[in-house]
């Protein structure tokens, strides 16, 4: 095949999407790459569409209306979104995990759960939902330690302590972030 006929669709608008687009487009195959959303770098090279990745119905039928061939997923949002599962049953292919494995990335707690339960080595942790709780584990642990709430933080949101002090606020603010997030998923 050597005429340039693949579509692709690159979602996402960082510094990764841009590398997985300049990739894409070096191959003989792909005759344009298109981005959703993108930014102003992405832009000045490829054409860019705005649309949120956390609509998976948007990003379907946006790739149906451009006869895209493949999408290339790159932040975890819309992976853990089901945004692969949900173009696979358009009939689109896609690069990325399924929503089922892409809970691996987007939650420390299960990640962390399942590589103990494989036997997979790995830090020793805790997961916690309870402020006594997880200060007493802290009190088990040698410095320096990390605490992360777990789910989605896009790469960032974990915190090296130095210190117990540092950590017993921090695991504070994680803890109440999410029963303030719980609360709020309840109204």
């Not at 993108?38 to 451009?66: C, L, M, P, W, Y």
């Not at 173009?87 to 689109?92: D, F, K, R």
């Not at 995990?97 to 987007?106: I, M, N, T, V, Y």
């Not at 896009?154 to 994680?174: D, F, L, T």
Request: proline share 4%; aromatic share 4%.
């Amino acid at each position: 095949m050597n005429e340039k006929n693949l579509k692709i669709l690159v979602l996402g608008s960082g510094g990764r999407e841009h590398t997985l687009a300049k990739i894409c487009s070096q191959s003989p195959l792909v005759g344009e790459v298109v981005v959703a959303p993108g930014n102003g770098g992405i832009k000045q090279e490829f054409r860019t569409h705005q649309i949120s990745i956390e609509d998976n119905t948007s990003i379907v039928k946006f790739a149906q209306i451009e006869k895209v061939d493949l999408v290339v997923v790159g932040p975890e949002v819309p992976l853990c979104n089901g945004v692969v599962d949900a173009l696979g049953e358009a009939g689109i292919l896609a690069y990325g995990p399924d929503q089922k494995c892409a809970r691996l990335e987007g939650s420390k707690a299960f990640s962390k759960d399942f590589l103990a339960r494989h036997q997979i080595p790995t830090a020793q942790y805790g997961n916690f939902s309870e402020v006594a709780l997880a200060l007493a584990y802290l009190e088990t642990c040698d410095l320096p330690v990390v605490v992360k709430a777990s789910g989605l933080a896009a790469g960032k949101g974990v915190i090296i302590c130095n210190s117990k002090e540092e950590a017993e606020k921090e695991i504070r603010i994680c803890l109440a972030v999410t029963v303030l997030a719980r609360a709020a998923v309840r109204w």
